[in-house]
């Protein structure tokens, strides 16, 4: 899969931060647990109460991972990190968010809002800061409990 990221699946729940390379006393190195990320073109607008964010790519075998990653993972928080030179520079975490993930035929479709006008205007906010960031040139990986489920710009 040509469209894909690897990334470190670590007891830590940001990309960018390691978890060491030795466990126990052993002083043997710790296996690579890594896991394909699909790579996709990110769209984010906002909406009534929240935004949303369309994770879209030709890839059929990147769109296919994407949907049962977000079948699989539905009802856990989202969180955005924007990453710059494969550090991560921003995470929003959506915990004041309702995200419900809806499938496409080229994609997925988060949407994350909440009833409440103050958290309604913070999701926004964060929508504005990550569409600022990937203009930028950030890359935007979203998870949904901790799990990457797409990388793109």
């Known amino acids: 899969m040509n469209s894909a990221l690897m990334m470190e699946r670590g007891t830590t729940t940001m990309p960018g931060m390691s978890t060491g390379s030795m466990t126990g006393t052993s002083g043997m190195p710790a296996s690579m647990n890594m896991m394909m990320v699909p790579r996709c073109t990110i769209r984010m607008e906002k909406c009534e109460g ?8 030709d890839d059929k075998m990147a769109v296919a991972m994407m949907q049962n990653l977000c079948t ?19 995470c929003c975490n959506l915990t004041m968010a309702i995200c419900k993930c809806e499938t ?6 988060i ?5 409440d006008k103050a958290c309604g205007e913070m999701i ?24 990457p489920i797409c990388c793109g710009c």
């Open 124 to 147: 926004q906010a964060c929508c504005d800061c990550c569409s600022s960031m990937m203009k930028a040139g950030c890359t935007c990986c979203i998870m949904m409990g901790n799990m």
């Open 50 to 57: 929240g935004m949303t964010m369309k994770c879209t790519s």
């Open 72 to 90: 699989m993972l539905a009802g856990s928080m989202c969180s955005c990190c924007m990453m710059m030179n494969g550090m991560m520079a921003c």
């Open 104 to 109: 496409m035929d080229d994609g997925v479709c």
């Open 111 to 115: 949407t994350c809002t909440s009833g």
